[in-house]
């Protein structure tokens, strides 16, 4: 008796079967789903929030509340996606960017591409040597006087007047 009840226990806990989630897959796929539009941004990506679907998957298991993401216009090569806009889909921040720190950042790009190009403009440009007296700004050469020694206990006998 105790086995057909541990055996009836375990057959109501086990998980549907691959052909039961097949099908489930299949035909959620094809159901609306409940999206909210959130923004969009100047690559003409369009955020969604979208609601999950009600049942007992959502119920017991850890998963988000809310799933986000976006859809890329039509055509596009190449993933453009902001940094803001990455946060947010990945739950690092909960409220959507705006447009105003999505502006900041563009700044940020583009005086950091600028500063590189700089950098490299100068490096490629020619090196000019200023010949001449020194100025300010150009460390001056220590004097040299022919009554001191350069390296101690050596004389110069070239300088001397010969007797």
């Known amino acids: 008796m105790v086995v057909k009840l541990s055996q009836a226990l375990m057959a109501q806990r086990t998980r549907p079967g691959a052909w039961t989630r097949a099908w489930k897959n299949l035909t959620e796929s094809f159901q609306k789903r409940n999206r909210t539009v959130v923004g ?13 679907r009600p049942g007992p998957s959502t119920h017991h298991s850890r998963a ?21 806009w990455e946060s947010w889909m990945k739950g690092t921040r909960q409220t959507p960017p705006t447009d105003e720190e999505i502006a900041r950042s563009l700044a940020r790009l583009a005086a950091s591409q600028q500063l590189r190009i700089d950098s490299q403009t100068e490096k490629r440009a020619p090196t000019v040597s200023v010949e001449g007296p020194p100025t300010d700004t150009q460390q001056k050469a220590y004097p040299k006087y ?13 300088s001397k007047p010969s007797s």
């Open 64 to 84: 988000k509340a809310v799933s986000r993401g976006f859809d890329a216009p039509s055509g596009a090569q190449e993933r453009n996606v902001p940094v803001e």
């Open 40 to 52: 969009q941004d100047q690559f003409g990506n369009v955020y969604y929030e979208e609601a999950p």
């Open 146 to 158: 022919d009554d001191y020694e350069s390296i101690a206990g050596a004389k110069d006998d070239s």
